[in-house]
C-alpha cells in the first residue's frame, strides 16, 4: 500500500481539473435566464423547458457514464470525448435564438455535460488518500473556476456590452452582450478535453462478473441514510433551482438600480462586473472558505448535523431575497451559497461515496446526480419558470420577488423538518456493506 499512496499523483493535477469543470459551467449558467428572457425573447414556459432538458443528461448519465466508468471505459478518456463533444454544442448556442433548435442543443449539451460533474468527483475519490482531509482542498477549486468565470465575464460584459444611456437601453445591451459566455464556455470545453487526457488513468473497476453496476447501486440506495438522502434530493434541487433560474436577473436589477446611488454600490459594481452573474461568486467565494473549512470539522460533526445546517441557509437565503431589497442584506443572502453547496450538496456527495461499495461508487454518484441535477432540475425548472414566476409577475411585467422567492422559502423549512425527523442520527465513517 506504501508504494500505490507514493504513486499517487499530485492534488495539483485533480484541482485544475477541477477548475476547468466548473468554469465551463459557471461562464454561462447563472445569466441564461435574462440571456433567454430578455434577448431571445423566449416565454417563461418556453425558458423552463431549456432549463428541464439541459438536466436530462443528467438522468441518461446513470445509465451510459456510469456504467461505462465502472466496468468498460476510463473515467479520463471518458470526460475528454464529453467535454470536447460539448464545447462544439455550447459554442452554437451562442448564436441560436429560435426556441426548437437552442431546445435541441441544450438537450444534446445536457447529455454529454451532466454526466462529467459526477465523474469528475469518482475520479478525484480514487486518486486521493484521505476522503475527508483531501477531497475539499481538490473540489474548492471547482468553485474557483466558477468564481474566475463569473466575475471575468461580468467585467467584458460591461466593459463592451454596458453603453451610456437609460436603464431600458443598458439592460437591452447587456442582454444581448451574455451571448458571449456561450463563446467562452466553448473554449474552456476544449481546454479541459485536452487536459483530461493527462489526468491519472482510471481504469474501470472490476465488478462481480458483469451485473450492470447501476442496478446494483440502485439496491444500495434502499439503505439508510442513502434513502432519505436521495428522497430529499429533489425539493432541494427544486429550491436551488429557483436561485439559478432567477438570480442574475434579480441582483443585475439591483445592480441598475443602485448604481450611482453610493459609493459602496458602486464599488460593489466595480469589483464584481455587471450583469448579476459576477455578483453572484460571493456565494461561491464563501463556498470556499465553508470546503476549507470542512476537512477540520468533517470529522468530528455528524452527516446530518452539517445537513441540517445547509437546508436551514436554504431557507434564510431565500427569505432575505424576498423581504429585503437594499444591497447589504441581499448581498447576505447570495453569500448564504456557500452554506448551502458546502453543508449540504457537497456533504451529501461524500454520504453517497462513503455509503457505497467500491466497484459501484461511479454509478452511485451518477444516480445522486440523475436526482439532484436530473430530477429535480427538470421539475424545479419548470415549477420556477412556468409556475411561481408567472404566479409572482405583476401585471406591467415586473417580477414580485417577495411571492417568488416566498415558494422556496417555505420548502427549504420543510425540508429541514424533515431531515430532521427521518435521517438517522450519528456519523458512519465507513460505507456499510450492500445488503
Known amino acids: 500500500m506504501a508504494d500505490a499512496n507514493a504513486a499517487r499523483p499530485p492534488l495539483a493535477r485533480l484541482s485544475v481539473m477541477m477548475f476547468l469543470q466548473y468554469a465551463i459551467w459557471g461562464a454561462w449558467l447563472p445569466i441564461l435566464y435574462p440571456y433567454l428572457l430578455g434577448h431571445v425573447g423566449f416565454s417563461q414556459g418556453e425558458v423552463g423547458a431549456i432549463f428541464s432538458v439541459s438536466a436530462v443528461g443528467a438522468i441518461i448519465g446513470p445509465f451510459l457514464a456510469g456504467q461505462f466508468a465502472d466496468r468498460h471505459f476510463a473515467t479520463e478518456r471518458f470526460l475528454a470525448a464529453s467535454h470536447l463533444v460539448g464545447a462544439v454544442l455550447v459554442w452554437f448556442l451562442s448564436s441560436t435564438t429560435a426556441f426548437v433548435p437552442f431546445l435541441a442543443l441544450a438537450l444534446l449539451y445536457g447529455i454529454v455535460y451532466a454526466p462529467t460533474i459526477a465523474l469528475t468527483n469518482s475520479l478525484a475519490f480514487h486518486h486521493i488518500a484521505d476522503r475527508d482531509r483531501d477531497f475539499g482542498r481538490v473540489r474548492v477549486w471547482g468553485t474557483v473556476g466558477w468564481i474566475a468565470a463569473g466575475i471575468g465575464f461580468g467585467h467584458f460584459l460591461g466593459a463592451f456590452h454596458t453603453p451610456d444611456g437609460a436603464a431600458e437601453v443598458v439592460a437591452a445591451a447587456q442582454d444581448a452582450g451574455r451571448s458571449d459566455a456561450f463563446r467562452l464556455s466553448a473554449i474552456l470545453g476544449v481546454l479541459m478535453a485536452a487536459y483530461c487526457l493527462t489526468l491519472p488513468h482510471t481504469p474501470p473497476a472490476a465488478g462481480e462478473g458483469e451485473r450492470n453496476a447501476t442496478f446494483e447501486a440502485l439496491g444500495e440506495v434502499k439503505r439508510q441514510p442513502l434513502l432519505t438522502l436521495f428522497l430529499l434530493a429533489v425539493p432541494v434541487s427544486i429550491i436551488h433551482q429557483f436561485y439559478f433560474v432567477h438570480t442574475a436577473d434579480f441582483l443585475s436589477e439591483l445592480q441598475r438600480r443602485v448604481a450611482g446611488v453610493s459609493e459602496v454600490s458602486d464599488s460593489v459594481n466595480a469589483i ?90 461511479a454509478s452511485a454518484q451518477n444516480l445522486f446526480n440523475l436526482v439532484i441535477v436530473g430530477i429535480g432540475v427538470i421539475v424545479g425548472s419548470w415549477f420556477a419558470t412556468k409556475i411561481v414566476a408567472e404566479w409572482a409577475e405583476r401585471a406591467d411585467g415586473t417580477m414580485d420577488y417577495e411571492r417568488l422567492f416566498s415558494v422556496p422559502m417555505w420548502m427549504a423549512v420543510a425540508c429541514l423538518v424533515l431531515l430532521v425527523v427521518f435521517y438517522p442520527g450519528g456519523r458512519r465513517s465507513v460505507a456499510a456493506p450492500a445488503g
Open 272 to 361: 464584481f462586473g455587471v450583469g448579476g452573474g459576477g455578483l453572484m461568486t460571493i456565494g461561491q467565494m464563501v463556498e470556499i472558505a465553508v470546503l476549507a473549512t470542512l476537512p477540520f470539522i468533517a470529522k468530528g460533526v455528524p452527516r446530518k448535523t452539517l445537513l441540517a445546517v445547509g437546508l436551514a441557509a436554504y431557507a434564510g437565503r431565500m427569505a432575505l431575497f424576498a423581504h429585503t431589497d437594499s444591497m447589504a442584506p441581499i448581498l447576505l443572502g447570495v453569500m448564504l451559497h456557500g452554506l448551502c453547496f458546502g453543508c449540504f450538496i457537497f456533504v451529501a456527495f461524500m454520504v453517497v461515496d462513503e455509503e457505497t461499495t467500491a466497484d459501484v461508487k
